[in-house]
């Protein structure tokens, strides 16, 4: 039972518009959403969370967006540059949990020069 | 200050071996977890440690286990090794304070190949 999920495999954008990934997630309790980005051959490294009392978080050219009701959080990257291309993960976790982060499968960002 | 540093990087075995991959923690970081990464599953949850006790475990079988050191290193076992079991295996680390929010920091990986 996937409690994250991205449907989204892949997504390309042509660069300086705007990239937004989607993500849904079943679990109402989850208390913090975290987006991380990988690269080949590299480790996923945290990009931007939100807590779920708030419904946007703001960092440089990433926002984050959470909708509780629609249990629906995205990620917008304006503008979009080539060095975004990545696979993005999305992830939840409760605060009771520890670090046990439950992540999604991942959307495929190219973004085009 | 140095990343977590995962070793092997690549390894390749065969059906019914085991396998053990090794995973130093930032320096002062306390927990350490494993992630499995297969294609088309993102990343799965395997089991979390912290202060040599497991925290947390994911649904995976006996098969898979792991153990911290009082160092905060850590390891990870499969034994009788399966071809599903191929994939990138990915170990994090934080602090582990009670307030954690999430974010990990992770090490390049241990890629496995079963054949």
């Known amino acids: 039972d996937q409690q994250v999920k991205q449907n989204s495999p892949s997504l390309s954008v042509q660069e300086g518009r705007i990239s937004i990934l989607n993500c849904d997630y079943t679990?109402?309790?989850?208390?913090?959403f975290l987006w991380y980005k990988k690269y080949p051959a590299e480790g996923p490294t945290f990009l931007i969370s939100?807590?779920?009392?708030?419904d946007k978080n703001e960092d440089g050219r990433f926002t984050v967006f959470l909708n509780k009701s629609a249990k629906h959080l995205s990620l917008h990257i304006v503008p979009s540059q080539p060095g975004d291309s990545a696979v993005y993960f999305c992830?939840?976790?409760?605060?009771?949990?520890?670090?046990?982060?439950?992540f999604g499968p991942g959307t495929s960002l190219s973004v085009i020069p | 200050k140095a990343g977590v540093t995962q070793t092997p990087r690549y390894l390749i075995k065969t059906r019914g071996q085991q396998v053990t991959l090794s995973c130093s923690p930032i320096?002062?970081?306390?927990?350490v977890s494993w992630y499995q990464q297969t294609p088309g599953q993102g990343l799965q949850f395997l089991f979390e440690?912290?202060?040599?006790?497991?925290?947390n475990k994911g649904n995976f079988p006996g098969r898979f286990s792991g153990r911290q050191f009082s160092n905060s290193r850590s390891e990870m076992n499969v034994s009788t090794l399966e071809l599903g079991d191929s994939a990138l295996y990915l170990c994090?680390?934080?602090?582990?304070?009670?307030?954690?929010?999430?974010?990990?920091?992770f090490g390049e990986g241990s890629r496995l190949t079963v054949l």
């Open positions: 994090a680390s934080s602090p582990g304070d009670r307030g954690q929010t999430g974010e990990l920091f």
């Open positions: 679990n109402s309790m989850f208390d913090y």
């Open positions: 939100i807590s779920s009392i708030k």
């Open positions: 992830a939840a976790k409760k605060k009771t949990s520890y670090d046990k982060v439950i």
């Open positions: 320096s002062g970081h306390r927990s």
């Open positions: 440690y912290f202060s040599e006790t497991q925290r």
